[in-house]
């Protein structure tokens, strides 16, 4: 990856770890629907200021089928999951859980988009679930709930799809224009809790707003950005990968900022998911020709 790219990933991960602490903050004050709408609500306005000026593409029916599948997907369904998963779960378990979405991206971008399975990308998305895994058991004891676990679940697999479908749009619309378009899809489909969003904010306390605001400003108007800016220039299953390092950033944040201190475990699995990251991003060195080879392409 070039530096433009590591910098918008690690733009990314830092702010969608960051997503998982603000939503089980104000997850009290706001109901999932009307999180959903209002951390989408302003993501749109957000994202809409950034485009101004910069012309408009106008996407072919095939773009518009998958900007909706991408925006119904992972911006509206994918919110209301995750918010209603942290109703039930604390912030690091369900990172874990949602997390399993890479597998799902490498296996429909290798699939659908033709990407393949290079042995480096499925050692990494082996090692690096392991690591998952080992968070997943050492927060066991947590006392989530079936309907927790199977809430993240649908958020991993909206967001995998999500993912696969935004890949192909990328390809001829600006990335701004493609977050903008999503993000404001979501936010029409999320129209539904607007009565339950002006009532929850008429109670709710000055710092779950702020809260609100931060999720609809970093994790969805910027992150989401700097998301599609790097799957423009990279594969899908590769990019989604390096998505493993939110778990055990979610864990040290959840340590700093909600006092929950992480079992031994987790920091181990922590550990194992840097090492899948690291092992997803090698390439097979290029087969030396040797000279009857050679001799052989010249013919």
């Not at 990494?124 to 679930?129: K, N, S």
């Not at 922590?270 to 390439?283: E, I, K, Y």
């Amino acid at each position: 990856m070039s530096p433009p790219v590591l910098a918008a990933v690690a733009v990314t991960v830092l702010a969608w770890a960051s997503a998982f602490i603000g939503i089980r903050a104000v997850g009290a004050d706001l109901s999932p629907g009307a999180l959903a709408l209002g951390r989408l609500l302003v993501g749109t306005v957000v994202l809409a200021l950034l485009s101004l000026g910069r012309g408009w593409v106008a996407p072919t029916r095939r773009e518009w089928r998958l900007l909706a599948l991408c925006g119904i997907g992972w911006f509206a369904v994918y919110n209301v999951a995750l918010n209603a998963a942290e109703q039930h779960l604390d912030a690091g378990t369900t990172a874990m859980l949602v997390n399993a979405a890479p597998i799902l991206i490498a296996v429909l971008a290798g699939v659908w988009l033709g990407e393949g399975f290079p042995r480096w990308l499925v050692a990494g998305l082996a090692v690096a679930f392991a690591g998952v895994l080992l968070i997943g058991l050492a927060g066991r004891g947590s006392g989530g709930d079936l309907l927790g676990v199977l809430l993240c679940l649908v958020a991993a697999v909206t967001y995998a799809v999500g993912v696969v479908a935004q890949k192909p749009v990328l390809r001829r619309l600006p990335p701004l224009q493609v977050t903008a378009t999503a993000c404001a899809i979501g936010t029409v489909c999320c129209l539904p809790w607007a009565g339950a969003l002006v009532s929850d904010l008429a109670t709710a306390p000055a710092s779950s707003v702020l809260g609100m605001a931060y999720l609809g400003a970093v994790p969805t108007a910027l992150a989401f950005s700097t998301w599609a800016y790097a799957l423009a220039r990279t594969e899908a299953g590769r990019l989604g990968v390096t998505t493993y390092l939110v778990p055990p950033l979610v864990v040290l944040l959840s340590w700093l900022l909600l006092d929950e201190v992480p079992p031994a475990l987790a920091v181990v699995g922590g550990g194992v998911c840097l090492v899948g990251v690291a092992v997803s991003r090698r390439r097979s060195p290029a087969r030396p020709v040797g000279p009857v080879a050679e001799a052989a392409a010249q013919r």
